[in-house]
Protein backbone atom coordinates (compact mmCIF):
# COMPACT_ATOMS: atom_id res chain seq x y z
CA UNK A 1 0.00 0.00 0.00
CA UNK A 2 0.79 3.92 -0.46
CA UNK A 3 1.67 5.34 2.39
CA UNK A 4 4.16 8.73 4.03
CA UNK A 5 6.29 7.65 6.90
CA UNK A 6 8.66 9.45 8.89
CA UNK A 7 11.86 8.23 9.23
CA UNK A 8 14.21 11.29 10.54
CA UNK A 9 12.54 14.23 12.91
CA UNK A 10 12.00 17.24 11.09
CA UNK A 11 9.67 19.85 9.79
CA UNK A 12 6.97 18.65 6.46
CA UNK A 13 10.32 18.03 4.69
CA UNK A 14 10.34 14.63 6.33
CA UNK A 15 7.34 13.31 5.47
CA UNK A 16 8.20 10.91 2.15
CA UNK A 17 6.03 8.77 0.05
CA UNK A 18 6.56 4.94 0.63
CA UNK A 19 5.01 1.82 0.06
CA UNK A 20 4.55 -0.74 2.99
CA UNK A 21 2.85 -4.18 3.56
CA UNK A 22 -0.67 -4.06 4.05
CA UNK A 23 -1.38 -4.19 7.84
CA UNK A 24 -3.24 -7.14 9.78
CA UNK A 25 -5.54 -6.37 11.93
CA UNK A 26 -5.71 -7.93 15.58
CA UNK A 27 -9.14 -9.32 17.67
CA UNK A 28 -10.68 -5.45 18.36
CA UNK A 29 -9.51 -3.50 15.25
CA UNK A 30 -11.12 -2.95 11.62
CA UNK A 31 -8.76 -3.05 8.27
CA UNK A 32 -10.53 0.05 6.82
CA UNK A 33 -9.59 1.21 3.05
CA UNK A 34 -9.11 4.79 3.30
CA UNK A 35 -10.59 7.25 1.42
CA UNK A 36 -9.81 10.46 3.94
CA UNK A 37 -7.03 10.74 6.41
CA UNK A 38 -7.43 13.74 9.17
CA UNK A 39 -4.32 16.25 9.37
CA UNK A 40 -4.17 17.66 12.84
CA UNK A 41 -1.35 20.19 14.34
CA UNK A 42 -0.53 17.65 16.92
CA UNK A 43 1.39 15.71 13.54
CA UNK A 44 3.17 18.49 13.02
CA UNK A 45 4.82 18.25 16.55
CA UNK A 46 4.80 14.63 15.93
CA UNK A 47 7.27 15.04 13.19
CA UNK A 48 9.63 17.54 14.82
CA UNK A 49 9.04 15.43 18.30
CA UNK A 50 8.06 17.59 19.92
CA UNK A 51 4.75 16.08 20.77
CA UNK A 52 3.86 15.31 24.25
CA UNK A 53 4.33 11.81 24.01
CA UNK A 54 7.43 10.67 22.04
CA UNK A 55 7.52 8.96 19.16
CA UNK A 56 9.78 5.57 17.43
CA UNK A 57 10.94 5.80 13.62
CA UNK A 58 10.17 5.17 11.87
CA UNK A 59 6.16 5.49 11.66
CA UNK A 60 3.28 6.41 10.05
CA UNK A 61 1.61 9.97 11.29
CA UNK A 62 -2.41 10.41 11.17
CA UNK A 63 -4.14 9.10 14.37
CA UNK A 64 -7.95 9.76 12.35
CA UNK A 65 -9.50 8.16 9.68
CA UNK A 66 -12.47 7.36 7.52
CA UNK A 67 -13.47 4.89 4.97
CA UNK A 68 -14.76 1.02 4.55
CA UNK A 69 -14.38 -2.26 5.80
CA UNK A 70 -16.09 -5.44 5.05
CA UNK A 71 -18.00 -6.47 8.02
CA UNK A 72 -18.70 -10.34 8.98
CA UNK A 73 -21.36 -10.62 6.80
CA UNK A 74 -19.48 -9.34 3.32
CA UNK A 75 -21.16 -5.98 3.77
CA UNK A 76 -18.95 -2.93 3.04
CA UNK A 77 -19.07 -0.65 6.01
CA UNK A 78 -18.29 3.13 6.08
CA UNK A 79 -16.70 4.31 9.18
CA UNK A 80 -14.74 6.67 10.56
CA UNK A 81 -12.08 6.34 14.04
CA UNK A 82 -8.89 6.46 15.43
CA UNK A 83 -5.75 4.68 14.49
CA UNK A 84 -5.02 1.89 16.61
CA UNK A 85 -1.36 0.99 15.85
CA UNK A 86 0.58 2.46 12.99
CA UNK A 87 -0.86 5.69 11.29
CA UNK A 88 -3.72 7.49 9.26
CA UNK A 89 -1.87 8.70 6.05
CA UNK A 90 -1.86 5.48 4.51
CA UNK A 91 -4.16 3.93 1.79
CA UNK A 92 -5.28 1.04 4.76
CA UNK A 93 -5.06 1.74 8.27
CA UNK A 94 -6.14 -0.38 11.19
CA UNK A 95 -9.04 1.67 13.62
CA UNK A 96 -9.91 0.38 17.29
CA UNK A 97 -13.74 -0.77 17.00
CA UNK A 98 -14.37 0.56 20.44
CA UNK A 99 -13.09 4.40 19.19
CA UNK A 100 -14.59 4.22 15.84
CA UNK A 101 -18.34 5.06 14.43
CA UNK A 102 -20.40 4.38 11.57
CA UNK A 103 -21.03 7.37 8.95
CA UNK A 104 -24.15 8.05 7.90
CA UNK A 105 -25.04 8.54 4.35
CA UNK A 106 -25.54 12.31 4.93
CA UNK A 107 -22.34 13.13 6.45
CA UNK A 108 -19.16 13.80 4.57
CA UNK A 109 -16.28 12.13 5.22
CA UNK A 110 -14.65 15.80 5.90
CA UNK A 111 -17.12 16.21 8.45
CA UNK A 112 -16.98 12.65 9.99
CA UNK A 113 -13.17 13.45 10.39
CA UNK A 114 -14.31 17.10 11.93
CA UNK A 115 -16.08 15.09 14.74
CA UNK A 116 -12.94 13.01 16.07
CA UNK A 117 -9.85 14.85 17.31
CA UNK A 118 -11.16 18.24 16.71
CA UNK A 119 -15.00 17.92 17.11
CA UNK A 120 -14.06 15.85 20.62
CA UNK A 121 -11.48 18.70 21.88
CA UNK A 122 -14.00 21.36 21.23
CA UNK A 123 -16.30 19.63 22.60
CA UNK A 124 -14.28 18.98 25.79
CA UNK A 125 -13.10 22.63 25.98
CA UNK A 126 -16.60 23.60 26.75
CA UNK A 127 -17.77 21.28 28.22
CA UNK A 128 -15.17 19.24 30.91
CA UNK A 129 -12.27 21.73 30.89
CA UNK A 130 -13.68 24.88 30.36
CA UNK A 131 -17.01 24.71 32.01
CA UNK A 132 -18.38 26.85 30.21
CA UNK A 133 -21.69 28.64 32.07
CA UNK A 134 -24.64 30.24 30.70
CA UNK A 135 -24.06 34.37 30.21
CA UNK A 136 -20.13 33.82 30.16
CA UNK A 137 -17.72 35.44 27.64
CA UNK A 138 -15.89 33.02 25.87
CA UNK A 139 -12.63 33.42 23.56
CA UNK A 140 -11.78 31.03 20.67
CA UNK A 141 -8.31 31.54 19.51
CA UNK A 142 -7.62 30.15 15.91
CA UNK A 143 -11.55 30.41 15.56
CA UNK A 144 -11.70 29.82 11.92
CA UNK A 145 -9.29 26.26 12.37
CA UNK A 146 -10.38 22.62 13.17
CA UNK A 147 -10.94 23.17 16.56
CA UNK A 148 -11.93 26.34 17.25
CA UNK A 149 -14.80 26.42 14.04
CA UNK A 150 -16.46 23.83 16.49
CA UNK A 151 -15.53 25.49 19.61
CA UNK A 152 -17.38 28.59 18.43
CA UNK A 153 -20.87 26.63 17.69
CA UNK A 154 -20.47 24.79 20.88
CA UNK A 155 -20.34 27.90 23.17
CA UNK A 156 -22.95 29.55 21.44
CA UNK A 157 -24.92 25.90 21.85
CA UNK A 158 -23.76 25.57 25.84
CA UNK A 159 -25.42 29.53 26.26
CA UNK A 160 -22.35 31.51 26.14
CA UNK A 161 -23.20 35.21 26.60
CA UNK A 162 -20.50 36.62 23.90
CA UNK A 163 -18.41 34.50 21.80
CA UNK A 164 -14.90 36.23 21.29
CA UNK A 165 -13.24 34.72 18.00
CA UNK A 166 -9.57 35.52 17.14
CA UNK A 167 -8.33 35.24 14.02
CA UNK A 168 -4.99 36.35 11.53
CA UNK A 169 -7.30 37.39 8.45
CA UNK A 170 -10.31 39.09 8.23
CA UNK A 171 -11.56 35.92 5.51
CA UNK A 172 -11.27 33.82 9.43
CA UNK A 173 -13.46 36.17 11.22
CA UNK A 174 -16.41 36.39 8.63
CA UNK A 175 -16.30 32.60 8.86
CA UNK A 176 -16.55 32.51 12.66
CA UNK A 177 -18.83 35.14 12.58
CA UNK A 178 -20.96 33.03 9.77
CA UNK A 179 -21.06 30.39 12.63
CA UNK A 180 -22.24 32.23 15.29
CA UNK A 181 -19.11 34.27 17.02
CA UNK A 182 -20.53 37.65 18.25
CA UNK A 183 -17.15 39.73 17.93
CA UNK A 184 -14.31 39.04 15.73
CA UNK A 185 -10.47 39.96 16.93
CA UNK A 186 -7.54 39.93 14.57
CA UNK A 187 -4.35 38.77 16.28
CA UNK A 188 -1.38 38.60 14.76
CA UNK A 189 1.05 36.35 16.08
CA UNK A 190 4.25 39.51 16.53
CA UNK A 191 1.79 41.01 19.01
CA UNK A 192 2.82 41.26 22.53
CA UNK A 193 1.16 40.19 25.56
CA UNK A 194 -0.31 43.57 26.62
CA UNK A 195 -1.83 44.16 22.79
CA UNK A 196 -3.66 40.38 23.08
CA UNK A 197 -5.26 41.65 26.74
CA UNK A 198 -6.12 45.33 25.72
CA UNK A 199 -7.94 43.64 22.35
CA UNK A 200 -9.61 40.70 23.94
CA UNK A 201 -11.03 43.64 26.85
CA UNK A 202 -12.29 45.79 24.72
CA UNK A 203 -13.62 43.22 22.53
CA UNK A 204 -15.68 42.31 25.40
CA UNK A 205 -16.93 45.99 25.95
CA UNK A 206 -14.29 47.05 28.15
CA UNK A 207 -14.43 44.12 30.54
CA UNK A 208 -12.62 41.23 31.30
CA UNK A 209 -13.62 37.55 30.13
CA UNK A 210 -15.04 34.46 31.62
CA UNK A 211 -12.98 31.56 29.28
CA UNK A 212 -10.70 31.27 26.92
CA UNK A 213 -9.60 28.52 24.80
CA UNK A 214 -6.38 28.87 24.00
CA UNK A 215 -3.67 26.65 21.39
CA UNK A 216 -0.99 29.60 20.34
CA UNK A 217 1.45 30.19 23.44
CA UNK A 218 3.42 32.60 24.06
CA UNK A 219 2.26 35.96 23.89
CA UNK A 220 -0.69 35.22 22.89
CA UNK A 221 -0.97 32.69 26.25
CA UNK A 222 0.15 35.51 28.46
CA UNK A 223 -2.20 38.25 27.58
CA UNK A 224 -4.97 35.52 27.29
CA UNK A 225 -3.97 35.08 31.16
CA UNK A 226 -4.35 38.47 31.87
CA UNK A 227 -7.65 39.18 29.96
CA UNK A 228 -9.25 36.72 32.64
CA UNK A 229 -12.11 38.19 34.79
CA UNK A 230 -12.26 36.71 38.55
CA UNK A 231 -12.72 33.59 38.88
CA UNK A 232 -12.00 32.97 34.71
CA UNK A 233 -10.18 29.93 33.17
CA UNK A 234 -7.73 29.63 30.52
CA UNK A 235 -8.08 26.02 28.89
CA UNK A 236 -4.33 25.04 27.03
CA UNK A 237 -5.09 22.63 24.18
CA UNK A 238 -1.66 23.47 22.10
CA UNK A 239 1.46 25.76 21.52
CA UNK A 240 1.10 26.06 17.51
CA UNK A 241 3.51 29.00 17.98
CA UNK A 242 6.22 26.76 19.21
CA UNK A 243 7.02 29.42 21.81
CA UNK A 244 6.48 28.76 25.51
CA UNK A 245 4.48 31.11 27.49
CA UNK A 246 6.46 32.79 30.32
CA UNK A 247 6.88 30.97 33.83
CA UNK A 248 3.73 31.58 36.24
CA UNK A 249 4.00 32.94 39.72
CA UNK A 250 1.46 31.45 41.76
CA UNK A 251 0.50 35.16 42.87
CA UNK A 252 -0.43 35.60 39.33
CA UNK A 253 -3.06 32.60 39.42
CA UNK A 254 -4.40 33.42 43.23
CA UNK A 255 -4.82 37.77 42.45
CA UNK A 256 -8.18 36.93 40.34
CA UNK A 257 -8.77 33.31 41.67
CA UNK A 258 -7.65 32.27 38.36
CA UNK A 259 -7.66 28.45 37.07
CA UNK A 260 -5.53 27.60 33.83
CA UNK A 261 -6.85 24.05 32.49
CA UNK A 262 -4.82 21.71 30.43
CA UNK A 263 -6.56 19.23 27.85
CA UNK A 264 -5.34 16.36 26.34
CA UNK A 265 -7.50 14.22 24.20
CA UNK A 266 -5.35 11.20 24.56
CA UNK A 267 -6.63 11.34 28.34
CA UNK A 268 -10.00 10.41 27.47
CA UNK A 269 -9.37 6.98 25.80
CA UNK A 270 -8.54 4.75 28.22
CA UNK A 271 -10.90 2.29 28.49
CA UNK A 272 -12.95 3.41 32.08
CA UNK A 273 -13.32 6.84 30.55
CA UNK A 274 -13.42 6.29 26.83
CA UNK A 275 -17.69 5.58 26.54
CA UNK A 276 -18.30 8.74 28.52
CA UNK A 277 -15.77 11.20 27.49
CA UNK A 278 -15.30 9.54 23.47
CA UNK A 279 -18.64 7.44 22.51
CA UNK A 280 -21.19 9.60 24.48
CA UNK A 281 -20.22 12.90 22.85
CA UNK A 282 -19.06 11.26 19.22
CA UNK A 283 -22.97 10.61 19.64
CA UNK A 284 -24.11 13.37 20.27
CA UNK A 285 -21.88 15.55 17.70
CA UNK A 286 -23.54 13.41 14.97
CA UNK A 287 -26.69 13.95 15.60
CA UNK A 288 -26.26 17.72 15.84
CA UNK A 289 -24.07 17.72 12.38
CA UNK A 290 -27.07 15.65 10.91
CA UNK A 291 -29.83 17.91 12.63
CA UNK A 292 -28.35 20.99 10.87
CA UNK A 293 -27.37 22.29 14.71
CA UNK A 294 -22.95 22.19 14.05
CA UNK A 295 -22.01 22.85 10.53
CA UNK A 296 -18.24 21.78 10.51
CA UNK A 297 -15.56 24.25 8.29
CA UNK A 298 -14.62 21.97 5.73
CA UNK A 299 -11.21 22.61 4.69
CA UNK A 300 -8.51 21.67 1.90
CA UNK A 301 -8.26 18.33 0.82
CA UNK A 302 -5.27 17.13 -0.42
CA UNK A 303 -4.04 14.24 -2.38
CA UNK A 304 -2.15 11.57 0.00
CA UNK A 305 0.94 12.50 -1.99
CA UNK A 306 1.03 15.98 -0.82
CA UNK A 307 1.07 15.44 2.64
CA UNK A 308 4.14 17.67 2.90
CA UNK A 309 2.22 20.78 1.37
CA UNK A 310 -0.33 19.88 3.89
CA UNK A 311 1.86 20.58 7.07
CA UNK A 312 3.66 23.72 5.28
CA UNK A 313 -0.20 25.35 4.92
CA UNK A 314 -1.38 24.21 8.18
CA UNK A 315 2.03 25.77 10.07
CA UNK A 316 1.84 28.59 7.85
CA UNK A 317 -1.69 29.16 9.00
CA UNK A 318 -3.08 29.00 5.38
CA UNK A 319 -5.78 26.44 5.87
CA UNK A 320 -9.41 26.81 7.73
CA UNK A 321 -11.35 24.11 9.00
CA UNK A 322 -10.57 20.29 8.62
CA UNK A 323 -7.68 19.45 6.54
CA UNK A 324 -7.64 16.06 5.07
CA UNK A 325 -5.33 14.11 2.69
CA UNK A 326 -7.44 11.35 0.22
CA UNK A 327 -5.39 8.50 -1.62
CA UNK A 328 -7.75 8.76 -4.32
CA UNK A 329 -6.76 11.96 -5.35
CA UNK A 330 -3.53 10.73 -6.23
CA UNK A 331 -4.62 8.51 -8.94
CA UNK A 332 -6.03 12.54 -10.63
CA UNK A 333 -2.73 13.95 -10.21
CA UNK A 334 -0.90 11.55 -11.63
Request: with cysteine.
Amino acid sequence: MRAIQVRRFGGPEVLEPVVLTDPMPHPGELLVEVSGAGVNFADTHQAENTYLSGTDLPFVPGSEVVGHVLDPGGFRRRVCGFVSRGGGYAEKALVAESLSFDVPDDVSDSAALSLLVQGLTAWHLVRTAGRVQPGESVVVHAAAGGVGNLAVQLAKAAGAGRVIATASTQDKLDAAAALGADVGVLLDIDLTAHDVTHRLVDANGGHKVDVVFEMVGGPTFDGSLDALAPFGRLVTYGMASRVPPSSLAPGRLMVGSHSIVGFWLVDCMSPGRARSMVVEPLQELVAMVRSGALHPIVGPIYPLSHARQAHEDLRARRTSGKVVLAPSLDEVHT
